[in-house]
């Protein structure tokens, strides 16, 4: 029973030192940070770039009706 509660407390401790998924977790939350900065970024380009066309739409029609 003794070896039973030492290989268990043995393999707790492994379990508990093992980094190896941390280096997943910190590529999962920089891949986030990374795709938000993206969808922001694109949404305001083309929030800028629709006044844009509708400014030249404007001046296009006004010249051609003037």
Partial sequence: MTFLK???????QNFSNDESGAV???WVVLTAA???I???LI???TAG???AATD???ELTS???G
């Fill in 34 to 36: 990374l795709v938000g």
């Fill in 63 to 65: 010249a051609l009706s």
């Fill in 24 to 26: 997943t977790v910190d």
């Fill in 38 to 40: 993206v969808i922001t």
């Fill in 49 to 51: 770039i629709e006044e």
């Fill in 43 to 45: 949404s305001t380009i």
């Fill in 6 to 12: 030492l290989r268990l407390r043995t393999s707790a």
């Fill in 56 to 58: 030249i739409k404007n």
